[in-house]
């Protein structure tokens, strides 16, 4: 909540953990972890862990909630009680009840839920810790999840976040970052069409800033498609 | 079915059921002090969209990083009165999302200067609570629901604070404002960009991307709903935005 003025973010046209501007943090991605789910992921953005586990398509009940016509998606994004500085109070917060449309909403265009009337997909994702960047790093292992569980897709989807520390564009905000930059903006795209299924901003950024940082998200999401394959085919290569 | 099929074969001719061009807004109408109870009100109605928003004073204790300035809390409820589908209950998704877009526009273009709100470093300082009531839904309800928010903190008044306790009724000063975000949503539906949706027109929507704009045209805030965009898209509601935002800026 709030910000801390004046904090030096950039020093010497560096990162406080060292990073440059557009750089990531070291990335990691592993697909089937939860063996009880049809699909599950893990991946970690520097110190941010979050695992998705994708149940169904299963049939939705109660009735009252089923379309006749698709499958319904639900999602539910949920932070471990220990993820963070001070204990998440366990319950679903407003921040939390949010977060879960949004990222059910960036993954949803790359299914085909005409297919699959009055079922449910269930998207269950648990942030184990919390270090900035957390919706992102959900959705690519939601992307990674939703492939396990065989669930036919248009596309991988890419999520990275991107924003404005001392005036100068940066991917991938740590919670430092996260918490003090100027700007922040989450973007989730599909990897080949490159539509973007999530966009939100908050801080202060210009038109021409947001266009810049757009393009820069697209480069660099690039290198997350090509680990979510490799993990993709890690996972049924072994 | 029907009436969606009959929207969307008029936009095919860049038409609309309410006769209205695209990027044309319904009627605004404002009131500002509606609720003498209240430290700020006002009321937006847009078209038949009617939107109430109330600022309360609180005395609170700051978050801890934060220690010498006042918390800001948003809150919004579809009360059942407002439309048949809504319900009593918790707040819906629909209306947590909507609370927390209108809070963004006004937290992340630090319109309020909550620094000045601080009475005791670390223990004292005041609440602002913003509480968004919707008694009539048709439509477009982040828009109307921002601008009565900003229309409320323009005209709301810091109560005295004596020996401890609030003071209803007697006010020191005015609510420090030095920022105003306009928030505006633009929607895509097959491939044409429209603003202000009613309730029938949002049934159709492929997708809309919600935008706070700042008098120096800075952005604050983006929430995007609905299907993917792509950066042509994203590129033209954002014109749009910074656009229909200098019109509605003038009811200020």
């Known amino acids: 909540m709030g910000k801390i003025k004046g904090i030096e973010l950039l020093k010497n046209g560096k990162r406080l953990d060292g990073r440059m501007p557009l750089e990531m943090r070291e990335i990691e991605m592993k697909v089937g972890v939860i063996p009880n789910a049809n699909g599950s992921a893990m991946v970690r953005f520097g110190k941010t862990i979050a695992v998705a586990a994708v149940y169904g398509p299963r049939l939705l009940l109660p009735k009252h909630l089923q379309e006749n016509d698709r499958a319904v998606v639900q999602c539910r994004y949920n932070m471990a009680p220990f993820s963070t ?45 919390a270090d900035g960047s957390t919706r992102v790093t959900s959705i690519n292992a939601t992307s990674l999840a939703l492939a396990d569980a065989g669930v036919p897709m248009k596309d991988l989807v890419v999520a990275l976040s991107g924003g404005k520390i001392n005036g100068t564009l940066i991917l991938d905000l740590n919670g430092l970052e996260d918490n003090n930059s100027e700007a922040d903006m989450p973007v989730a795209f599909t990897a080949n069409k490159k539509e973007i299924t999530l966009l939100q901003m908050d801080g202060e950024l210009t038109k021409e800033e947001i266009k810049k940082l757009l393009k820069e998200i697209f480069t660099a999401g690039e290198k997350i498609y090509q680990m979510q394959i490799k993990a993709l085919k890690d996972r049924y290569s072994e | 079915m029907l009436r969606a099929d009959y929207i969307l074969k008029l936009l095919e001719k860049n038409e609309r059921i309410d006769g209205r061009k695209l990027d044309e807004f319904r009627k605004i109408e404002i009131e500002r002090n509606i609720i003498e109870k209240a430290e700020g009100s006002a009321r937006v109605r ?27 809390k948003t809150h919004a409820e579809f009360a059942p009165i407002a439309h048949p589908d809504f319900l009593p209950g918790p707040p819906s998704e629909d209306a947590t999302e909507l609370a927390r877009v209108v809070d963004r526009g006004i937290r992340e273009s630090n319109s309020i200067e909550l620094e000045k709100l601080c009475i005791l470093e670390g223990q004292k300082v005041w609440g602002v609570f913003i509480d968004i009531h919707i008694i009539n839904h048709d439509g477009n309800l982040i828009d109307a629901s921002s601008l009565a928010a900003l ?82 898209d994203v590129d033209e509601m954002i014109d749009l935005a910074i656009k229909k935002s200098k019109e509605l800026r003038k009811l200020l």
Not at chain 1, 102 to 109: F, G, L, M, S, Y
Not at chain 2, 54 to 66: A, C, L, R, V, Y
Not at chain 2, 188 to 213: C, G, P, Q, T
């Open chain 1, 85 to 129: 500085d001070e204990r998440v109070k366990p319950g679903p917060t407003r921040r939390e009840i949010e977060i879960s449309k949004v990222i059910r909403q960036a993954v949803e265009p790359v299914l085909f839920l005409e297919n699959y009337p009055k079922t449910t997909i269930d998207i269950f994702i648990e942030i184990l810790q």
């Open chain 2, 46 to 72: 847009i078209g038949k969209t009617d939107v109430i928003a109330g600022i309360k004073m609180e005395i609170e204790t700051p978050f801890p990083d934060t220690p010498n300035e006042g918390v800001l």
């Open chain 2, 151 to 232: 229309l409320a903190l323009m005209n709301t008044k810091i109560p005295k604070y004596e020996n401890d306790k609030i003071v209803r009724g007697e006010y020191v000063a005015k609510l420090p404002i030095s920022h105003y975000p306009i928030n505006v949503t633009v929607s895509k539906i097959m491939n044409k960009y429209l603003v202000d949706l009613n309730r029938e027109e949002e049934d159709v929507v492929d997708a809309w991307l919600s935008i706070a704009v700042r008098e120096d045209n800075y952005l604050c805030s983006m929430q995007k709903g609905g299907k993917g965009l792509n950066i042509k």
